[in-house]
């Protein structure tokens, strides 16, 4: 087996978590999972396994190196690729595979986002380890999620067949499939064809390098020229980077590259994944008390409250009286009060505070 070596996906703003996400210290770095262990960190943990700390790449932006550094210490400093601007997953996994083709020319690459939670890690660690052996064969390989409802706020996969040549298993990815309305999302759960698109993709380095050449020359150019500047030295390649990263296309991994591509697989995994994206998905995956609250380690007073979300400071008392189903996070500086079920609009206020010209709370 080649090397694996692991892509971290962590340069995202996490907006959906305001006010206790912020362009400084956004989702990935709070403890959404456990309570305890920030996002990223325990996605490190998690694919040890598969990629060692110096096999483990995380790619974010330049203004987060330092948090990032804290969360991870046991990543080496130079496996943390600093973007100078976001330009989406395309350009972000192209770079990183490039680096990674320096190394270990043969290797094989996992890409996953830095921001999800799995309650099953065996689980996903063996369907990674089957999607690696797949690449072997050439295919792009993607985890696809066995739904567990109709979800409307998800991408799907439509599987087909096994994938030929491929462990036992693994199914020909048919077609990608955009976020369904209600109707088509029930369709979908039910017919036993259908998979969450999670955005977690394995594959030979040599293999998304020549897709990236076929469907995004542009992007390929580009990290050729890292490479050539990166055979001067470090310094080189990071003038060049930030010279030439902010005119890539902003363009997803899926679009850019993996709707174009012939020969995609997928492996089926129930893990317990979620994309932990909104305050909603926090309940749900907190420790509730006997009224189904999420009190995050408050100090707190629930009389007559069912159902709640609540963060605040150490040392800050809060009281619930006869409400439900409400999200409360205090942050010192910001206070959001919201029912759970419109949990996906807090970037109404995200963008009205941007509009107001807030920036000291964004």
Known sequence: MSEIYTVIMAGGS??????????????????????????????????????????????????????????????????????????????????????????????????????????????????????????????????????????????????????????????????????????????????????????????????????????????????????RAAEVGTVEEVHEVNARYPGLPNVSLDYGVMENEHAVAVVPVDCGWSDVGSWQAAWELGLKDGAGNVLAGVEATVVDARGNVVVAPAGKVVALVGVSDLVVVDTGDALLVMSRDRAQDVKKAVDALTEAQRHEVL
């Open 14 to 227: 996490g907006t959906r978590f305001w006010p206790s996400s912020r362009r400084r210290k956004p989702k990935q770095f709070l403890p959404l999972g456990d309570g305890i262990t920030p996002l990223l960190t325990a996605t490190v943990r998690r694919v040890a396994p598969l990629s060692s700390p110096d096999h483990v790449l995380i790619v974010t932006r330049s203004d987060l190196a330092e948090a990032t550094h804290e969360a991870c210490p046991e990543v080496p400093p130079g496996n943390i690729l600093l973007e100078p601007v976001g330009r989406n997953t395309a350009p972000c996994v192209a770079w990183a595979t490039a680096v990674i083709r320096r190394r270990s020319p043969d290797a094989v690459v996992v890409v996953l986002a830095a921001d999800a939670h799995i309650s099953d890690e065996p689980a996903f660690v063996a369907a990674l380890r089957v999607a690696a052996a797949a690449a072997t064969t050439g295919a792009i390989v993607t985890l696809g999620i066995t739904p567990t409802r109709p979800e409307t706020g998800y991408g799907y996969l439509h599987v087909g067949e096994n994938f030929a040549g491929a462990p036992e298993g693994v199914r020909v990815v048919q077609a990608f499939v955009e976020k369904p309305d209600a109707a088509r999302a029930e369709q979908y759960f039910r017919d036993g064809q259908h998979l969450w698109n999670a955005g977690i993709f394995v594959f030979r380095a040599d293999v998304m390098a020549r897709a990236v050449r076929l469907h995004l020359p542009g992007v390929a150019d580009a990290t050729a020229a890292f490479d």
